[in-house]
């Protein structure tokens, strides 16, 4: 099966490959895996206090398609407020790397590691709200 | 069109000795071997069945393709969105290890590499023997599907593991 120049080019030059700290609560980390084929993905957010994504790391055990799935999705959601980056559809990164049928599944685990990033960054934030309140 | 276990004489469950599938296949082979036949079209008839053959060894020599086909005789689906997603906690587990086998191979540490492989082959082990304790005795209607689904998730996550830490020793080997 031919990848797409495009999976290519961001598997052999994958942006925002690293780690954030985890512990840090402005940080949020979302870690998602694919059972059918053995890939992991870890996909991890710095939100400023205006809600806006300031920084995106990944980490992706997997094939080339699940590398620039994850890989594409640091570079859109940089930038982006958490709500913007939460409407973004496994199917925009399909359409934009020309993934075919069988490889979806690697764009719905990238789609599946922003939402729990977020959904991390907000459990996070929710908690230390809690703290604050209780304190008062 | 038989069962891969069928064709072998083998009863449908996980828990498979590897020589008594080889010896199996050995004798499926000499029977159907197409230099047996002299007719053009009979020969061609055992050269399909030799590839048949073939196909059913290769997919239950591999533990997972085998607990494929089980799943599939119970009436469960596998695959893309019919299995449970992993525990956050493994993973954790096979990210961290992952990450240290990519460390260990770029500072060509053998002895890491290695352990790492031990590491995975003792889990690799224990999520096979709990396959075969699911799958046996039980009818395919009695299958406990979630836990067997889980395990044949991780089988997935080692198979791949073991495929990286092997390419890289042989590619050590080979240097």
New interface residues.
């Given amino acids: 099966m031919a990848y797409s120049d495009k999976v290519i080019e961001h598997a052999e030059n994958p942006r925002n490959v690293g780690t954030l700290n985890k512990d840090d609560d402005s940080v949020g980390t979302g870690l998602v895996g694919a059972p059918a084929c053995g890939d992991v993905m870890r996909l991890q957010i710095k939100v400023g206090e205006n809600g806006v994504i300031e920084d995106a790391k990944f980490k992706t055990f997997g094939c080339g398609s699940a590398i620039a799935s994850s890989s594409l999705a640091t570079e859109w959601i940089k930038g982006k407020s958490i709500d913007e980056a939460e409407a973004i559809k496994n199917s925009d990164i399909v359409a934009e790397l020309n993934l075919p049928p069988v490889k979806i599944h690697c764009s719905v685990l990238a789609e599946d590691a922003i939402k729990s990033a977020i959904a991390d960054y907000r459990a996070k934030q929710a908690a230390k709200k809690a703290v604050t309140e209780g304190a008062k | 069109m038989p069962t891969p276990f069928a064709l072998f004489g083998l009863p449908a469950t996980f828990a498979l000795d590897l020589k008594v599938l080889e010896r199996a296949q050995r004798e499926l082979g000499k029977t159907i071997h197409p230099d047996t036949a002299s007719d053009p079209a009979e020969r061609r008839a055992l050269a399909e069945q030799s590839t048949v053959a073939n196909e059913g060894y290769r997919a239950l020599r591999d533990p997972v393709t085998r607990a494929e086909l089980l799943f599939q005789l119970a009436g469960v689906a ?9 525990t ?1 906690a ?3 587990d ?2 961290e290890k ?2 240290a086998l990519a460390e260990a191979r770029t500072s060509k540490d053998r002895a890491t590499v290695e352990a790492l492989a031990a590491e995975i082959r003792t889990q690799r082990n224990a999520a096979e023997a709990a396959l075969s304790a699911l799958f046996s005795g039980v009818v395919p209607s009695q299958l406990d599907a979630q836990p067997a ?1 889980v395990h ?3 089988l ?2 080692y ?3 073991l495929e990286e830490a092997t390419a890289t020793l042989d590619e050590w080997d080979d240097a």
């Fill in positions: 596998t695959g893309d969105g019919h299995e449970p997603k992993p956050a493994f993973l954790m096979m990210l992952r990450e689904l044949l998730g991780s997935r996550y198979r791949r593991f």
